[in-house]
T-cell receptor
């Protein structure tokens, strides 16, 4: 029940395209859903996060869509750029503290 | 604002040897976390400190792993003795109360 399932494992998108990464969770006590971006040799960096009281949050080219009834949330990267090539992790927690991470999606944006 | 500092960045040791990792959190952050990240996987929490107190160490393999956070600032994670399966990246993160976590660059451990 603590797992967060993430898909796809890897993704190749052309420059300017939309990248979509999906996550699903079971624990209905989760109330914080962040997405992290990780470049090789670096630690994860918070990209965007959402609480379950809203269905969508947008920050620049990054949007989280949240479906509470389905217990699913997704990250959309609009106008994907080569600099977005990284590994993306979804996570979930009760409060901010005990984050449970997905297995990651390796995104490659081709020029 | 300086980020979370970790050292060393890389460590190669032979199995059965001890190893220690050091973390300096962001100034003013009272919560400190140690995570384990295996290749191709997401980080997994090992231990969480609130100031000097370890409030969640349920995932820490206590037979060989230990951690301390003296004076509620810097922290050290130790493995003794190291095993081949301990090869991974060890991440430190910090946060202020009820806020997002900021991660350090990690220490990549290779056990031969």
């Amino acid at each position: 029940q603590q797992q967060v399932k993430q898909s796809p494992q890897s993704l190749i998108v052309q420059k300017g395209g939309i990248s979509i990464i999906n996550c699903a969770y079971e624990n209905t006590a989760f109330d914080y859903f962040p997405w992290y971006q990780q470049f090789p040799g670096k630690g994860p960096a918070l990209l965007i996060a959402i609480r379950p009281d809203v269905s969508e949050k947008k920050e620049g080219r990054f949007t989280i869509s949240f479906n509470k009834s389905a217990k699913q949330f997704s990250l959309h990267i609009m106008d994907s750029q080569p600099g977005d090539s990284a590994t993306y992790f979804c996570a979930a927690s009760t409060g901010f503290q005990k984050l449970v991470f997905g297995t990651g999606t390796r995104l490659l944006v081709s020029p | 604002e300086a980020g979370v500092v970790q050292s060393p960045r890389y460590k190669i040791i032979e199995k059965k040897q001890p190893v220690a990792f050091w973390c300096n959190p962001i100034s003013g952050h009272n919560t400190l976390y140690w995570y384990l990240q295996n290749l191709g996987q997401g980080p997994e929490l090992l231990i969480r400190y609130e100031n000097e107190e370890a409030v969640d160490d349920s995932q820490l393999p206590k037979d060989r792993f230990s951690a301390e956070r003296l004076k509620g600032v810097d922290s050290t994670l130790k493995i003794q003795p190291a095993e081949l399966g301990d090869s991974a990246v060890y991440l430190c993160a910090s946060s202020s109360a009820g806020a997002e976590q900021f991660f350090g660059p990690g220490t990549r451990l290779t056990v031969l």
